[in-house]
């Protein structure tokens, strides 16, 4: 894989440790094993006061990108120190949580710090694919002796960290052995697999895509942890269909939330019109939101079912009460979604500068599209998602009010990409623009039809914001609804959405694939096969390497 991919393998890695550690590791949480309990924590409580002891404990090991140590000790209170007796630092992470609180105890090396009695756990991650020696002294009153002993863990099966299956397979094989008590596996999020020990050998079956997999070896008597994690990608095409676009709109939501993109926050937009989510979709993608349609009136049942399975702490609105009523927001609210905010405006290009407003941080550069036509800003949302960029939606020949005063209150976007052809957005906004911001480069990205446009936008994706080709998104051109929800999708593997015709690959499509041959991993498919029939999909598999 590339080092792009391997970036969001850590990344989605890094979730995967976060939310595993920090669900279990809590002093008020017992579910899962590897982790401390109510009742070790009680009985450590009860006897360790009266046995306090002055003294200290040597971690130390190898570790690289791939691994994470976690030592498991018990204040009794009072000044401890860190020492550290190792070079390499800058590629070594280390972290010291009270498990009591979740609360990161800050550390300076060799400088005494007041530790409160409770318990505690030091963590220590790699940086660097090539393993590093560590070696860290903890000096200070324990109720007891802690151990720096961590239990040892082998994996014969993968092989690798970075795991490639055959094309279309989602068969992963683990084994090796371990000295711990107990050693889980988790996939995607998932609950853990029971490996069972000293040996394990186990074939597992993985999502189509790109997968997390972490391995964690615990001892009971010492309480530390041994983490080994995994990158594995089963090559192919995967259909993120349904019945209707509500449907479709809620599967892309689920897979999302499987690959740890989900933060909490869902966009709420109107699904039969498409300027608002079209605008919505880069803000879901810095929100880490899945975008969710709903009907004007009331939320549909696959989006309720939806909002019930991932419970947002808050959702955002996009549109006034004429596109998404007030009933629509009590029902949010009655859903238990306690901050439930509206951008709304008194047409689709307010909306669209009310959204660009939150935003407007993040990028010095702001994406140009038709609101009056949808294929161009779809194209266009990938990109802009990844790259942190608002999409203003304009007129053919007129920049709107709402869209100029935001060009002027914000001086600091200097940089205007205009999607599609002069046809579509004329040279007149192009000229409207470098008035309203003076010194501005404003640039287009055209082309002969929607499709080649697609094309032309992944190109300058991958040019200019680091974008590439192994993840795709495809979707159907000549109409919107499958399409609106895919922005945070694409956003989050950096992958260009290219737009095809229903019966067959589109023309420029199949060629630029043709000249691409062999730097496509994986893709996505938005909608069902109604939308994007089993021939299309037929002819994108053969491009997968």
Known sequence: ?????????????????????????????????????????????????????????????????????EYYFHSAGGQFTVSKFHSDSEDIIVTLMNINTDDIVEVEYSKPFNL????????????????????????????????????????????THDVRLPKGSTRL???????????????????????????????????????AAALNAYNSDTMNVVWSYYDVLSPGVKRIGGKDR?????????????????????????GDLYPDALSGGPLAAIEGAPVLLTGTKTLPTATINEINQINPDKAIILGGTGSVSSNVESQLR??????????????????????????ADYSDTAIIASGLNFPDALSASGMAGYAGMPILLVGTNTVPDSIQTFIKNHSDIKHFIIVGGPATVSDQVKTKI??????????????LNRYQVSVNVANYGIENYD???????????????????????????????LLTTSSKLENNINNYLKQKQGQTDFMYILGGTGSVSPTTEQQLSSFIK
């Open 1 to 69: 894989m590339k080092s792009k991919k391997m970036m969001m393998g850590t990344i989605s890695f890094s979730l995967l440790t976060s939310l595993i550690f920090t669900s279990g590791v809590s002093a008020n949480t017992s579910t899962n094993s590897q982790f401390i309990t109510d009742r070790e924590i009680n009985e450590a409580t009860n006897y360790s006061l009266q046995a306090a002891v002055q003294t200290s404990v040597i971690y130390k090991q190898k570790i690289d990108i791939y691994k994470m140590h």
């Open 116 to 159: 409160p009695g409770g318990h505690y756990v030091f963590v220590v991650q790699g940086e660097n694919e090539t393993p590093i020696d560590y070696h860290f002294e903890i000096s200070g009153i324990y109720t007891e002796q802690p151990s720096g002993q961590l239990p040892a863990l082998t994996v014969t099966k993968p092989g």
């Open 173 to 211: 094989d683990v084994s090796g052995n371990t000295t711990a008590d107990e050693l889980d596996l988790y996939l995607n999020f998932n609950d853990p697999i029971s490996l069972g020990t000293p040996s394990f050998n186990k074939a597992l079956s993985v999502q189509p895509g790109y997968n």
């Open 246 to 270: 509500y449907e479709v709109s809620t599967g892309i939501s689920k897979e999302l939330n499987n690959q740890g993109a989900y933060s909490g926050t869902i966009i709420i937009t109107r």
């Open 334 to 359: 009655s859903l238990g979604i306690e901050t439930v905010q509206r951008i709304g405006g008194k047409d689709r290009f307010a909306v669209s500068a009310g959204v660009a407003e939150e935003m």
């Open 434 to 447: 470098k008035q309203l911001r003076s010194g501005a480069v404003v640039e287009r990205i055209g082309g």
């Open 467 to 497: 974008m590439d080709l192994s993840s795709l998104v495809i979707a159907r051109g000549d109409l919107f609804p499958d399409a609106l929800s895919g922005s945070p999708l694409a956003a989050f593997y950096g992958a260009p959405i």
